[in-house]
């Protein structure tokens, strides 16, 4: 049997799906990664056809995007996640793993800037923020999840707001011409730029953390899944991200490097 693993349309996403399909084969099945376009729903909607049989998905998309279910005043990751088993169990679809870490939007300062202003969280930047030069990505300053969602919770209000795509928006910060940027948690330059993540003390923004979903598989199959429930860290992602982003080695061979050291781990 061949066990068919969707991939959203970006490389920590094909990295993951490889992963999957290293452990089925350690498992005795074939597998093939299918990389989806770049809409939220096609991988959902692959799955509900039977043209894949398991992808990794994000809690907060899967909440907000996929089951569309009504915004929290505060989003706690553990209700967050509840709501969105009970929503996909609704659509006959299970949840395997939680894989230990989430890729969520978050606002990033250099380490250095962090250490002399005593910054761990968005309420701590806040009191400085009216000083500062924010960049984000265009949309970033419309979303609703975005900058409207901080100046609500937060009354984060910047001296200037920058518009830059993500290279340039880190190029920026590294040269100390913008003070704060928007950064995924797991995106690998938030540790080859030297920057700090601030925590979402309020939580006004949603959490995304990875889980994997599916139909009922082999049992065989869902075993082999359920060996990554909480062995992901965000640092871990990073660096797999890093592999791929800085050292421009392969999907296939980060994946199968990284279910070595699992089964050695594991024995």
């Known amino acids: 049997m061949k066990i068919v693993i ?10 993951l799906a490889h992963i999957l399909g290293k452990l089925f084969e350690r498992a005795g099945f074939d597998y093939e990664v299918r990389v989806s376009e770049p809409r939220l729903e096609a991988n959902l909607e692959a799955l509900e056809k039977g043209e894949i049989n398991v992808y990794v998905e994000y809690t907060g998309t899967a909440y907000n995007a996929l089951l569309k279910l009504p915004p929290m005043k505060e989003w706690y990751p553990e209700k967050v996640f ?9 659509r006959e679809i299970q949840i395997f793993a939680r894989l230990g870490f989430r890729n969520d939007f978050a606002l990033a300062v250099r380490k250095d800037f962090a250490k002399k202003n005593s910054l761990e969280t968005i309420s701590d930047l806040a009191k400085i923020s009216k ?28 001296r200037e ?18 003070d704060v940027i928007t950064a ?15 925590n979402d003390d309020r939580k006004a923004l949603p959490p995304y953390e990875a889980i994997l979903i599916g139909r009922e598989l082999p049992e065989k199959v869902e075993e082999a899944l359920r060996l990554l429930e909480g062995k992901i860290t965000v640092e ?9 982003d800085f050292e421009g080695r392969k999907e296939e061979e980060i994946a199968e490097e990284f279910v070595g050291n699992l089964f050695d781990e594991m024995h």
């Open 82 to 90: 509840n709501a969105v088993v009970e929503g996909f169990r609704e």
């Open 6 to 15: 969707g991939a959203k349309p970006f490389n920590e996403q094909k990295i």
């Open 161 to 178: 707001i920058k518009p830059l795509m993500p290279p340039q928006m880190y190029e920026a910060i590294s040269k100390g011409e913008v």
């Open 236 to 244: 871990m992602m990073r660096e797999l991200n890093r592999k791929l």
């Open 184 to 198: 995924f948690t797991t995106d690998a330059r938030v540790e080859v730029f030297n920057l700090k993540t601030l």
């Open 131 to 158: 000083n500062l030069v924010f960049a984000c990505p265009g949309p970033y300053i419309e979303r609703p999840d975005g900058l409207p969602r901080l100046k609500e919770v937060y009354d984060l209000e910047f």
